[in-house]
């Protein structure tokens, strides 16, 4: 984002008090339409771990991530599923894209995040 487009946002906000968050945080647009690969590295180099297959039709299998719970979100938000197993049930759920967020079983850290897309 250029210099105008942030000092836009800061009117608008003045105005409407609240902010585009695709001008705060450009990332955003790159974790909702971007690429859908099927693997991720975990943010800091900690550790790596796959989500697959992606889309998905029945049912999602987690590796490396043994000392996760994983969370599926809705792009509204919404909580749907967690588990701490290795599969987690989506056949269920309608065609879209949604969200796992994986968060440290001991400490409740975010450890990282994917999107998935559900045919």
């Not at 975990?42 to 790596?48: E, V, Y």
């Not at 299998?61 to 599923?81: A, N, P, R, T």
């Not at 759920?93 to 995040?113: A, E, M, Q």
Request: charged share 20%; hydrophobic share 35%; proline share 5%.
């Amino acid at each position: 984002m250029d210099g105008f487009e942030r000092h836009r946002n800061d009117v608008i906000y003045s105005y409407q008090h609240n902010r585009n968050p695709f001008i705060d945080h450009p990332e955003y647009a790159q974790l909702i339409w971007g690429d859908s690969t099927i693997s991720g590295v975990i943010p800091h180099g900690q550790r790596t771990f796959v989500v697959y297959p992606n889309p998905v039709v029945s049912v999602l299998h987690f590796s490396g991530s043994e000392q996760d719970i994983k969370y599926l979100y809705s792009m509204q938000g919404v909580l749907l599923k967690s588990t701490t197993s290795k599969q987690m049930m989506v056949n269920d759920l309608p065609s879209g894209l949604y969200f796992i967020v994986f968060k440290n079983k001991k400490s409740g850290n975010i450890t990282g995040h994917l999107k998935v897309v559900r045919q």
